[in-house]
C-alpha cells in the first residue's frame, strides 16, 4: 500500500510472483513476469489500463546467474560476462 492504494500481487503454484495488478486510481495497469523450468525469470512485461504492453523485458541466464537483459532499445551486460559471446532473440 502506498498513498493508501494498494496493488494486487498474485503468485502460481511454485510461490512466483507472476502478476502485479495496479489500482485504478494510480493509472491502472498490470506487470506480468514469466519464468522457465529451473523458475529464472525470463521475461518482464508492463501493460497499461487498456492491456497495452509498454515495456517489456528480457533477461539472459549462464547457469543460474542473471548476465543480462535486453529491452527493443537497450541492452545491459554485467562487465564481468562481457568477453562471452550471448545473442539475444
Not at 5 to 32: C, F, H, K
Not at 34 to 47: F, H, N, Q, S
Not at 57 to 66: E, I, P, S
Request: hydrophobic residues 35%; contains cysteine; neutral net charge.
Amino acid at each position: 500500500t502506498v498513498n493508501g492504494l494498494t496493488a494486487t500481487l498474485q503468485y502460481d503454484y511454485e510461490n512466483r510472483l507472476v502478476r502485479i495488478n495496479y489500482p485504478a486510481q494510480s493509472g491502472g495497469g498490470w506487470t506480468e513476469f514469466v519464468y522457465d523450468a529451473l523458475g529464472r525469470r525470463l521475461k518482464t512485461i508492463e501493460k497499461n489500463a487498456q492491456g497495452a504492453v509498454t515495456s517489456e523485458w528480457h533477461y539472459a541466464y549462464d547457469g543460474l546467474d542473471m548476465i543480462g537483459c535486453s529491452t527493443e532499445a537497450t541492452l545491459w551486460w554485467q562487465a564481468s560476462r562481457m568477453a562471452r559471446a550471448l545473442t539475444i532473440r
